[in-house]
């Protein structure tokens, strides 16, 4: 029987980590998993649960939370109409396709190694979200052919590895590639899905050591976790929005950007011991 007053710890921090993550996605539109897997992963290790598939956890844990709120975000844009299902119907074979063969890669390394890969494209996202302007573009429409076959399982693997859905790789891609940022954040929602579905159906199959799971912990997921975050998200990004209407988000999006590359410096750090 798990420990009453650890379950209690647990749970007080997974509420502040959730209502965190909802502010931070209403607020700048980021995706919940670029907040959820380090919060994760210094929440349960703090709680002593810093086994060799910690990294393992937080992102299966980070990728269910996904299905539920990119499943609300994509009925949420396509009632406005800003779901473009062309790009998303040409993309998806290859990005679940990529996906589980992120699950089959994260699957078999060392909880450093993933952190190690967190760190260093996390601070890829953080430059990009810092220093990247509205006018780049690499060409005036989105890839086809062979550059969206190598494109698209591209994002789906990259995506699992660091536990998040499809924002964070999507949406520079789309807006790089000529498609309004509006309907570029409404179609990486699917993207979202199209990550996470596979992904979490292999993460709950994967076998972690009982000595280093948290409590209800099913495969890789962890169950306390997923519905804590779910429930604060749900009540806290409308609070993100309101804010974000109010305030000028650019600054506010450098700032953030600070705060990533301080996050993803730090487990890259941590993952090179240094």
Request: glycine share 14%; charged share 10%.
């Amino acid at each position: 029987m798990p420990d009453p007053v650890l379950l209690a710890q647990m749970f007080a921090l997974l509420l502040v980590i959730g209502a965190a993550a909802g502010v931070l996605a209403g607020l700048l539109g980021v995706g919940g998993g670029i907040v959820l897997v380090p919060s994760f992963f210094y929440a349960f290790q703090t709680l002593g649960y810093d086994g060799p598939q910690l990294m393992q956890i937080c992102l299966a844990t980070s990728l269910a939370t996904i299905v539920v709120t990119s499943a609300r975000s994509v009925m949420s844009h396509n009632r406005k109409g800003a779901v473009d299902w062309d790009i998303l119907k040409g993309w998806a074979p290859g990005i679940a396709m990529g996906a589980v063969l992120g699950v089959l890669l994260a699957a078999a390394l060392r909880s450093s190694v993933l952190q190690g890969l967190f760190g260093g494209l996390g601070v890829a996202i953080g430059l990009y979200l810092g220093l990247g302007k509205p006018h780049w573009r690499l060409a005036p429409e989105m890839p086809r052919g062979v550059r969206r076959a190598v494109y698209a399982p591209g994002v789906g693997f990259l995506s699992v590895l660091m536990g998040i859905g499809g924002g964070s790789f999507g949406v520079p891609l789309m807006t790089l590639h000529g498609v309004a940022v509006h309907r570029a954040v409404a179609t990486a929602a699917g993207f979202g899905m199209l990550i996470a579905v596979p992904g979490v159906a292999g993460f709950l199959l994967l076998s972690i050591d009982p000595a280093h799971r948290p409590p209800f912990t099913i495969g890789a997921v962890n169950l306390p976790a997923f519905a804590v975050v779910i429930a604060m998200t749900l009540l806290t990004a409308p609070l993100g929005v309101r804010i974000a209407h109010a305030m000028n988000p650019t600054p506010l999006r450098r700032v953030f950007a600070v705060f990533l590359l301080l996050v993803a410096g730090n487990m890259l750090r941590k993952a090179l011991g240094w």
